[in-house]
Structures are given as C-alpha cells and as structure tokens.
C-alpha cells in the first residue's frame, strides 16, 4: 500500500485500541459484579427451599372423601314412590258418611245416622247433648236452664229446615233457633212452645231485645198457630233468615214473613238452643232434631 495515499489509518488504528480497551474494562467490572453478589447471596439454599416442581401450578383434582359410617348416617334417604291407597283405605274414606248427609261448601244436610259432622256433645248429668236413635238430643234439666249447640258448619247459614218432636210429655219448656249471630248482643231468634203451639219472634241489637212478632196481649208476643201438629208428632221448620228479614214455614206452610227495621248489617251464625221452664219437674225439657239441613244462598 502506498504510504501516501489520503486514508487515514493512523487514526483508525488508535480508534480500535481504544475501544477494545473499553471493552476489556466493562468486563473486568461485570465479573466482580457477578463475584460480589454470588459471595451474598446462596443460590443453592433457595432451590433447596422451593423446589422446581413447587413453583409449578399444580392441576386441580377434587377433594377425595372418605365414606364412614357416620356420613351415611347423615346422608337423605333414598326418594321412593308415594304408595298408593288401597282397597280399604278407600273403603275407611267411603263409610265416613252414612245414610243421607252431605256437605259442601255452602250446603249441609245431616240425617243424625251418625257424627260424621261432629256435632256438639256434652253430658254433665244436667245439661245434655247427645247423639241417640239417630236424632240430635238436647235435654237440660235444671229449672230455667238455657243452653244452645251451633250447627256445624262453616258457612253463614240463612236457609234452614230441620224435624223436631217433644220428649217430654208436660212440655216442659221452648225450643228455638238463633241466626244472625254476631255475639252475645246481636243476633236474631225464632222460639217456639210446642205444648201451647206458639211461637215468638225477636231480635237483640246492642243487647237491647225487639219482639218482631205482633202484639197479641199486653206485653205478650208469643202467637198461636194451627199449624203446630202435638209437641209428640213431627214437626217440620222451615226457616230464612237473612239480616234484613225472617220468613218461618211450619210444616210446609209459610206463618210468618217479616222485613226487619233497623237490622244487623252482616250475616252471622246460627244454631239451635233449649229452655227449661221454672216449673220443670227433675227431667226437665228434652227434644230431639233430625233431618237438619241448612245452607247459604250463592248467587
């Protein structure tokens, strides 16, 4: 190569030296580095401390059970089918009702071939409600005893009918029906003397007592009617009682027919009931009711 040509090697040269001083330096510094930090730290310590396979995510697997005997004491029974009702368990469900009763929701009738209905009883010795020879029974023996038994049902009874015949030969007493009741103080009734073959009817509005029936003597309500067989014979009632009127049919035949003035504003309950007269000797007053049947209206 010419010595004189225009390249400048000379400063070419020095350049390349330099560097690969720099080089050689930055290395020398990176090795003490490296030396400085192996002698702090100890790597090996840390593997040992967590392991390879620990810092792998290890694959999710359900927990596995073991069954003991008190776990599958624990465990729901087994879901089996319902059994289905045999011959006699439709045969016990058939006989609950007997002769001529039924009942539906609005509807009642009861020939007292049995209690299906489950009527009142009770029997302290004095006062009497009893279920016999297939008639309701009630007998109170003490003088001016007062008692009354509802009719079972759950509706608002308005139109009611029953059979009703004295056992007691002096007609010891009155018999009636009570509807429209509210409580003690409020309700409407219809009483009857089958010895005399009267009958009266009232009502009771905050416990303050109004005849309905006309006035056949001084301060005396109770009306005769011929259509009252012998308190021995049976006697059909027919009442409808509703909180504006009363109408009441004897064997058939409508006595009475009665708008109410100032009435109860709702309907109400209705049963039966029994007085003793004061004069009663010791059996006191005793009647018997069969063939009951009450119901309410549905428009």
């Known amino acids: 190569m010419d010595s004189n040509s225009g390249f400048p090697w000379k400063t070419v040269l020095i350049i390349v030296i330099v560097f690969m001083l720099l080089c050689c330096c930055l290395t020398a510094i990176a090795g003490a580095a490296v030396y400085y930090i192996g002698g702090e730290t100890d790597f090996s310590r840390i593997m040992e401390e967590n392991p390879v396979e620990d810092l792998i995510k290890p694959e999710f697997t359900l927990p596995q059970t073991e069954v003991t005997e008190e776990i599958l004491e624990e465990a729901p029974p087994e879901e089996t089918d319902p059994e289905l009702p045999t011959e006699s368990d439709e045969t016990e469900s058939a006989i609950k009702l007997t002769g001529q009763q039924e009942l539906s929701d609005y509807y009642f009738f009861d020939d007292l071939s049995s209690n299906a209905f489950d009527w009142y009883q009770y029997d302290d010795g004095s006062t009497i409600f009893l279920l016999e020879d297939e008639t309701y029974t009630i007998q109170i023996k003490d003088p001016e005893g007062f008692d009354w038994a509802y009719f079972p049902v759950d509706f608002y009874p308005h139109e009611m009918s029953f059979d009703v015949r004295s056992l007691d030969a002096d007609d010891d007493g009155t018999f009636g029906v009570f509807c429209n009741y509210l409580d003690t103080d409020n309700y409407y009734y219809l009483e009857f003397d089958l010895g005399t073959k009267e009958y009266v009817i ?50 058939d035949e409508m006595v009475e027919n009665i ?7 709702v309907p109400g309950k209705a049963g039966l009931y029994l007085y003793t007269f004061e004069n009663a000797d010791e059996d006191g007053y005793k009647v018997s009711f069969d063939n009951v049947e009450v119901f309410e209206p549905q428009q």
């Open 259 to 265: 708008e109410v003035p100032e009435s109860l504003e």
């Open 202 to 251: 009232g009502k009771y509005i905050n416990d303050v007592q109004t005849p309905l029936t006309k006035k056949t003597d001084v301060d005396y309500f109770w009306n005769t009617t011929t259509t009252l067989k012998n308190s021995q014979s049976v006697n059909r009632i027919g009442i409808s009682c509703y909180p504006t009127s009363i109408t009441m049919f004897i064997n």
